[in-house]
């Protein structure tokens, strides 16, 4: 009984579909290192010239979904420690006004503008 075959290595299509994403998406993270991918050498060149295609090793790719898995749902949350040193967690939300005044665009619920 033969397995099945599982290909080793994904053409940038394959996993923009297997992400849900846009080509143009799964090609920027490419090119800005998210996920890693691998140019396979030009046959009998001698120069080391590269193919142009860039495809993505299977192991990577689910290592780059474990890596960004989100366990806590939508909304983050971080722990401060006040002046007494007690430590309590603070929901983060998104805010619309927030995002302009702060890079990450979060706000915590006392820090909200209303």
């Given at each position: 009984?033969?397995?099945?075959?599982v290909p080793y290595l994904?053409?940038?299509?394959?996993?923009?579909?297997?992400l849900s994403l846009s080509y143009?998406?799964?090609?920027?993270l490419i090119v800005y290192g998210h996920l890693?991918?691998?140019r396979l050498p030009v046959p009998a060149s001698l120069s080391g010239a590269t193919m142009r295609r860039l495809l993505v090793d299977v192991v990577d790719l689910r290592a780059f979904i474990a890596r960004y898995k989100v366990n806590c749902g939508d909304t983050?949350?971080?722990?401060?420690?006040s002046e007494a040193g007690n430590t309590r967690p603070i929901r983060r939300?998104?805010?619309?006004?927030s995002?302009?005044?702060?890079?990450?665009g979060f706000v915590a619920d006392s820090e909200r503008v209303r």
């Open positions: 009984m033969t397995e099945p075959s994904l053409s940038v299509r394959e996993v923009a579909k297997r143009a998406a799964t090609r920027a890693p991918a691998v983050p949350v971080t722990v401060v420690q939300t998104r805010d619309a006004t995002r302009a005044r702060t890079g990450a």
